[in-house]
Structures are given as C-alpha cells and as structure tokens.
C-alpha cells in the first residue's frame, strides 16, 4: 500500500518568515518522493527530488526538504517566503509502477 | 529537464461528443504514462497507468468504457472521454516517467482544461 498525507490544506505566513509543509508518506518499497508546486491556471513544477541519495534535498526558489525514513516524513522548508511563493504545493510519492499525490497544501504569503 | 507536450491546452465541446487529449514526451521514451484529473481546488486523482503496447490500468471507480487509453508508442499517449458529459468537465493532466530507473521523476504536461456544454 501507498499513501502520502499533507497535514496542512492551507497554510498562511507572512513574507520573509519561514515556511513548512508538512508530509508524511507510507509505502511498502522504498520510495522516491517529491515535491511540486502549481501556480493558478498552471501546469505542475518539480520543485526537489528524494532518490536515496542524501537525506537533505535542495531544490528550486530556496526551497528545500528533509526525508526522515524514522518519522516517514518529507517536509518541505524554505527560510524567506516571497510573494511569488504562494501556490499550491503536492507532496508525491512514487513507488513500484504507482505515482500517488497528496491532496495539497495552498500556501498564502501575507504582504 | 524532459518535455511532455499535452495537447489541446483547452476545449470546449457538446454534451454527447467526444474529445481525444494527446500527450507526448518530446525528447525521451516513456514507457509509463500516468492520467490524472484534478477537480477545481483538489488534488490531483490518478484515473490511469498507461503502458506502451499493453492495456491500461484503471483505478477504481474509473470508467473505462467512458475514457479511453491508448499508449500506442513510446513516446504517445491519447486519452479519449466518449461521450461527454457537463460532469466531465474538468482539468486533465498527463505524465510520463524515463525508461528504466523507478526514482526519476514523472514530467508532466501542462494540462488540458475541458469544458462540456
């Protein structure tokens, strides 16, 4: 079984203060995950990838994310929102043949 | 990165007629392509995993008289909603993951908003 859990539909922050989505994944092999970002009447963006390789993933727009097999979660981190932050963020989870995405978190930025 | 092109980009057509979305990956081989529909302020719902040359995989509760997959090459993917109904009305996006390696990404198309009258 697969499954990824966005623990936040919507998340609001002020510009400049950090910001944190949370996701939490279950899978029977071991997964890649990765976070997209869509912005209104846009296709998806791959923001970072988790391969197996180094636990702290860096992606695109400062954003970055740490797999934590302990806790089986992905967060998705970034130190500064900016304006042009705000969008709607889905947590996936890819396993053997089976994509599975998150319901999403919209994310605010408050001027 | 890799290119999936989705084509239309939007379409509006009559209650009763059909309508066929291609997705293509421009400049990889794709052996998996993966359907899904996003209604307005949801997440994104997996209808189906389309394999090059075999028949589609269907999630449950999918019908898959009404849309219709074909992956009849590496590197093209049609998905076709017969009979279109104003509930089908929705935003369909196509992905397509690399040959070979399960950890790559999917690379998605940029959707196809559909709106039956």
């Known amino acids: 079984a697969q499954s990824v859990t966005q623990l936040d539909s919507h998340v609001s922050v002020s510009e400049g203060t950090p910001v944190l989505l949370r996701c939490n994944y279950s899978?029977?092999?071991?997964?890649?995950l990765f976070w997209y970002v869509q912005h209104p009447n846009k296709g998806l963006q791959l923001l970072l990838k988790?391969?197996?390789?180094?636990?702290l993933v860096k992606g695109i727009n400062g954003f970055e994310a740490e797999f934590k097999k302990s806790e089986t979660s992905f967060h998705l981190t970034k130190p500064s929102a900016h304006m042009s932050d705000a969008a709607e963020y889905f947590c996936?989870?890819?396993?053997?043949?089976?994509?599975?995405f998150g319901t999403g978190t919209k994310l605010q930025v408050i001027p | 990165g890799a290119v999936v092109s989705q084509h239309p980009s939007w379409v509006i057509c009559k209650s009763g007629t059909s309508v066929k979305i291609e997705c293509r990956s421009l400049?990889?081989?794709?052996?998996?392509m993966f359907w899904y529909r996003q209604f307005p302020k949801q997440s994104l719902m997996l209808m189906a995993t389309?394999?090059?040359?075999?028949?589609?995989?269907?999630e449950q509760g999918v019908e898959k008289d009404k849309f219709l997959i074909n992956h009849a090459s590496l590197t093209l993917s049609t998905l076709t909603v017969t009979s279109a109904h104003p509930e089908d009305s929705s935003f369909y996006i196509c992905?397509?993951?690399?040959?070979?390696?399960?950890?790559?990404?999917?690379?998605f198309g940029q959707g196809t908003r559909l709106t039956v009258v």
């Open positions: 992905s397509a993951s690399l040959v070979g390696a399960m950890n790559t990404e999917a690379f």
């Open positions: 899978s029977s092999y071991s997964p890649s």
């Open positions: 988790y391969t197996s390789a180094a636990t």
């Open positions: 996936v989870v890819r396993g053997y043949q089976k994509v599975t």
């Open positions: 400049d990889f081989q794709a052996t998996t």
């Open positions: 389309s394999n090059e040359g075999s028949k589609a995989t269907y």
